[in-house]
């Protein structure tokens, strides 16, 4: 269940990207400027070109997501399915009861302002 403070907390990551954006686009712009016009007697840049220069890297290189050899990946996926194979049906099942259980606690907050607005209504 969605409720609408949910979606107002996604709303609040839209400035923090901007910012981070911006932030990553004006230290590339000063290293840029500190070092290129030096090394390679290269012409300094403003700040919209340091971050076209980012898009253009992104559009070159990729925007797939680069983790460690450690998180994620098949082999965490083999071990995960090796673990579910090797369990009772019993304990198969508790198992993902717990695995449900820890998912709701973090939404746990969202779910208490719901009921807590039911009940309001239906007090009235």
């Not at 700040?47 to 559009?59: D, E, M, N, P, V």
Request: proline share 3%.
């Amino acid at each position: 269940m969605n409720t609408m403070y949910y979606h107002r907390k996604k709303f609040f990551f839209i400035p923090l990207i901007i910012a981070g954006v911006a932030l990553f686009a004006y230290v590339t712009m000063l290293l840029w400027n500190a070092l290129l016009p030096e090394v390679f007697n290269l012409a300094t840049i403003n700040f919209w070109q340091a971050a076209g220069l980012l898009i253009l890297t992104r559009l070159l290189f990729g925007f797939g997501h680069h983790r460690g050899r450690n998180w994620g990946g098949p082999r965490m996926d083999s071990d995960f399915r090796n673990k579910i194979k090797s369990m009772s049906p019993e304990e198969r099942k508790e198992f993902f009861k717990k695995m449900h259980y820890n998912r709701e606690m973090w939404h746990r907050g969202c779910y208490e302002k719901e009921e807590l607005e039911k009940e309001v209504k239906s007090g009235e």
